[in-house]
Structure formats: structure tokens, C-alpha cells
């Protein structure tokens, strides 16, 4: 990711930012007669070298770079002092960033930045651009050390901690990069703003690349607290799924919050989701799933149509729910009762689906986190939140913890998701 393009820096070291001023003969007279103004220690300026000053300012000024060029290098070669290589530089710098030759701006920047000479108001963007030309050549300890100077002094760049991370990323810290960020987004939140959502993004993915997959999901949930859209959600459960290793019943758990969420995208999810309900005795689910997917208009009518076909002989021949209560009550584990549950939940009967999950959990003999993960679902969609908050709480083992914990922040934002 690029922030500082060549032609910002270019404007940033155009002729005249710094106020290049070469003693004039009056300005010496003036000294003679002790009329000097109030103000830094008088300038120790040469005549030869003023003159040749002079003559590369006004060819600057008039863009005929070659007579700068010639003027300038006479200036240097008679240089005597600080003052007068403060002044050298002062002129160096735009001549060689019209020239686009990073060498030779380092060289000015590196006789302006430490000079008492120049301006405070102009030595955190001096330093800026130092750190800017030492990232692009890959000097990363140098970019780090400018950048970091020029935020120290307050240096107006909203994107400078973003490239001092990304400096500290590319080093291979991507740890300190990442702090670096987080750090910048808690000094907004503080001042009441917002950090940007692409800087979320950038964390994610360098954490999600060198496989740090707590770190990777503790920012998708900071990204979705501040910025908890619909492709968010979708990226989110998406990194986390390919960051751990989840059965086929976790899978399906993880398709029901990205149905809760709007994050099913295309064909290929509903038709992913929709069979895997199915294979696993979920015939109601999977019916239910290809509906909401035509009529959403991402799953085209002809698609799933076997599928859709044999969900509805399949519902058909289970008849009614309620015949298979009893036998669930009175069987000696739980497991018969969560099998009814899975069913009510995917047919959208919450109510029952509570009843019979907690019956299940009652009993035993079944898996607890998978159950309170489920128990949790049906009790946020009936609409009992901190029930369902305290179910999804009693998920203790990876991965599913995580799931239930993006489970508890969906309904920490009020079970709705911003469109984008």
C-alpha cells in the first residue's frame, strides 16, 4: 500500500518552502551601523559566496536548472561556515527534487534537518520526507527513525502512523506495526474519531500472513466493533474459518451466523450451506436456506433444484416434529433431544429449539459446547439476548469459543449489520 506519492514529495520541497534568504549588501550595512533587528544570531555570509547564492536562487526561480546547477556548485565549493552550508542546502533541496535525485535531496535534508537554522515548523516535514525516501529504498531503520521524529513533532499527516506500521511491517516486526496502529486508533478514539476501516484491513491481513491466529481474530472483532458491515462480517468469518480447523457441525454453525449476518455472498454459499444441512438430516434448513437465497436474488431459481427437490420429500416424509417430542423426553440421554432441537432451529421454531436443547443439556450424553452454541442461536433469535449471551459464555473449547464470541458481538451490535 503506497501513501506518499513522488509528486507530494516534490511539492513538499518546492523552492520557496523554506524560505531560502541569502544576506543582501544592505542587510550588511545595516549590521555596520548596528540597526540589526531583534531576532537569531546575525547570519555569517560571504560575499563570493552570497553572490553565487544569489545567482542559483534567481535561476531556480526562473527553472533554468542548469545554470543553478552551475551557480549552486560555485556557491558549495566556497563554503566556509554553517551558515553558508545551511544556505547550500536551503537551495540544494529544491534543485535536486526537480531533478527527481534522491541523493542529492538526502544530502541537503541531512545539513537542514539538524540545523538550528531551520524553522521548527518545517523540521517534522523535513523529516517526513527523509523517512519517506529511506522507505522506498528499503532502509527501514531509517524510515522508522524519521517517521517516528517527524510524529514527535506533530508532523500533520493523517496516514503517518499507517507508514510508520507499514515501515515496521515490511522490517519483519509485524507485531510492533501492528501495535503501532492500534495505538493510533485508540489516540482517535479518544479525541472522538475514527480510524480508518482500511487500517483494520492492513493489521488483519499481515497478522492472518504470519499466522497468528489470536491476534488476526481479535482485530476482526475491533474492525467489526467500529465498522460492522456487511462484508466485514463476511471477511471475518470467513479469515476465522480458514484460520482454524472446524467439523462439519461447527461449519454449519458458522453458515447459520453468516445467514444471521447477511454475509452469505453468492450461489456457492447457499448451495454449500443448503447441502450441508441436508447431510446432516436438516431437511427443513436446507429448504429454507435455497428460499431466502432466490429470493434474495443471489441464488438463481434453477440452481439447487435437486436439492430443493429432495428437501421437500424428505420434510414430507418426517411429518410432523411434534410426533418425535415424546419419545425425546423420555429417552435416557440427551441425544434424541438435540437431534429435535437441530430440527426446530433449522425450521425456524425457536421456542421449541430452546426447549429441547436445554432438555438435552438436562439429560447429558451430549456435546455441551456444541449445544450451547446452537442454544445460544435459537435464544438470540427469539429475541432473549442475555440468555443467549450467557449460553454462548458457557462455550469453553477452540475453536468454537471464538465462534461464540463473534456470536456474543452480533448481538452486542443489536443483531443488525451495516450494508457495504
Known amino acids: 500500500m503506497s501513501i506518499v506519492s513522488k509528486t507530494a514529495l516534490a511539492a513538499m520541497l518546492a523552492l520557496g518552502t523554506l524560505g531560502a534568504v541569502v544576506a543582501t549588501p544592505a542587510d550588511a550595512q545595516r549590521k555596520k551601523k548596528g540597526q540589526e533587528e531583534a531576532g537569531p544570531p546575525a547570519m555569517k555570509v560571504g560575499e563570493p559566496f552570497r553572490v553565487a547564492a544569489v545567482a542559483a536562487q534567481a535561476a531556480l526561480q526562473a527553472k533554468d536548472l542548469a545554470t543553478a546547477e552551475t551557480q549552486l556548485a560555485a556557491a558549495e565549493a566556497l563554503i566556509q561556515n554553517d551558515d553558508e552550508r545551511y544556505f547550500a542546502a536551503q537551495l540544494r533541496l529544491p534543485l535536486e527534487a526537480q531533478k527527481n535525485n534522491n541523493a542529492g535531496i538526502k544530502k541537503a535534508l541531512d545539513v537542514l534537518i ?36 517527524a510524529r514527535d513533532l506533530n508532523f500533520d499527516n493523517p496516514d503517518l502512523p499507517l507508514l510508520i506500521a507499514q515501515t515496521q511491517v515490511d522490517s519483519g516486526n509485524v507485531a510492533a506495526g501492528v501495535a503501532e496502529i492500534g495505538r493510533e486508533i485508540e489516540r482517535r478514539k479518544a479525541a472522538g474519531q475514527k480510524a480508518p476501516n482500511e487500517w483494520y484491513s492492513y493489521a488483519i491481513s499481515k497478522l492472518y500472513q504470519a499466522k497468528q491466529p489470536v491476534e488476526t481474530a481479535k482485530w476482526l472483532r475491533m474492525q467489526l466493533i467500529d465498522y460492522p458491515t456487511t462484508k466485514n462480517w463476511r471477511t471475518s468469518l470467513l479469515v476465522y474459518r480458514d484460520a482454524v480447523t472446524l467439523d462439519n457441525q461447527a461449519k454449519l454453525d458458522l453458515f447459520r ?61 418426517e411429518g410432523s416434529l411434534a410426533a418425535l417430542e415424546k419419545p425425546a423426553r423420555s429417552a435416557g440421554s440427551g441425544t434424541a433431544a438435540v437431534q429435535l432441537a437441530d430440527a426446530y432451529l433449522g425450521s425456524g421454531n425457536n421456542a421449541k429449539a430452546i426447549e429441547f436443547y436445554r432438555l438435552g443439556l438436562e439429560k447429558g450424553g451430549v456435546k455441551n459446547d456444541e449445544v450451547n452454541t446452537r442454544l445460544g442461536n435459537a435464544l438470540a433469535n427469539a429475541s432473549q439476548q442475555p440468555e443467549a449471551k450467557a449460553a454462548f459464555d458457557l462455550v469453553k473449547a477452540q475453536p468454537r469459543a471464538e465462534l461464540a464470541t463473534f456470536w456474543k458481538l452480533w448481538i452486542d451490535q443489536g443483531m443488525t449489520v451495516v450494508a457495504g
Open 114 to 149: 539538524p540545523s538550528p537554522r531551520t524553522a521548527a515548523v518545517d523540521v517534522g516535514r523535513l523529516n517526513f520526507v527523509r523517512g519517506t525516501i529511506a522507505r522506498n529504498e528499503k532502509d527501514y531503520a531509517g524510515a522508522i527513525q524519521y517517521l517516528s521524529r
Open 257 to 317: 451466523l453468516m445467514r444471521s449476518t447477511k454475509a452469505l455472498a453468492d450461489q456457492n454459499d447457499y448451495i454449500e450451506y443448503a447441502d450441508m444441512a441436508y447431510r446432516a438430516g436438516l431437511p427443513f434448513e436446507t429448504k429454507a436456506v435455497l428460499d431466502e437465497g432466490r429470493a434474495s436474488g443471489k441464488l438463481p431459481a434453477s440452481a439447487g433444484g435437486r436439492l430443493y427437490t429432495d428437501a421437500q420429500t424428505a420434510i414430507k416424509n
